[in-house]
């Protein structure tokens, strides 16, 4: 995102999602505990500047709070109502009607099946009539 122009030294931004990749046996709460100490060592400081506070402390009591939320990627359902996620999401809803709506087809295609299999019947078991009546004839 270099041809972005921001300023990518303020750590109180947060216009866009950070994905870490963790290696492979990371413990994640152990992860989150070292997570939650550098927070609060670098971007706590920059938030008090940012926002005219004298502490922290005054902060929360007033019903506030500053925090990062964790989420493992794998656990994001491939439809998701967030905005600017790393890949394009959606509504879950549209997938229950566009479901629905195509069971509904797929029932009034095998209804008209049934119909058409059924007229084209009687027609068959006439033709297969004649077919004798016309075999008997010739035999005699």
């Known amino acids: 995102m270099k041809n972005v122009n921001y300023r990518w030294g303020q750590l109180t931004s947060h ?41 922290m402390e005054e902060f929360s009591k007033a019903g506030n709070k500053l925090e990062y939320t964790h989420d493992a990627a794998y656990k994001n359902p491939p439809v998701s109502d967030r905005s600017f996620e790393l890949s394009a999401g959606g509504n879950i809803q549209y997938v229950y009607i566009f479901s629905a709506v195509a069971i509904f087809i797929l029932i009034i ?17 006439r033709e297969v009539g004649i077919r004798k009546v016309l075999e008997r004839k010739e035999k005699s």
Do not use: W
Not at 27 to 53: G, N, S, V, W
């Open 109 to 125: 295609a095998c209804v008209n099946f049934m119909n058409l299999t059924t007229a084209r019947s009687a027609n068959r078991a």
């Open 15 to 55: 216009n866009f999602y950070t994905y870490l990749l963790l290696k492979k046996g990371t413990d994640y709460k152990a992860f989150e505990k070292t997570f939650f100490k550098i927070h609060h060592r670098l971007c706590l400081p920059e938030a008090k500047q940012f926002m005219h506070i004298n502490s």
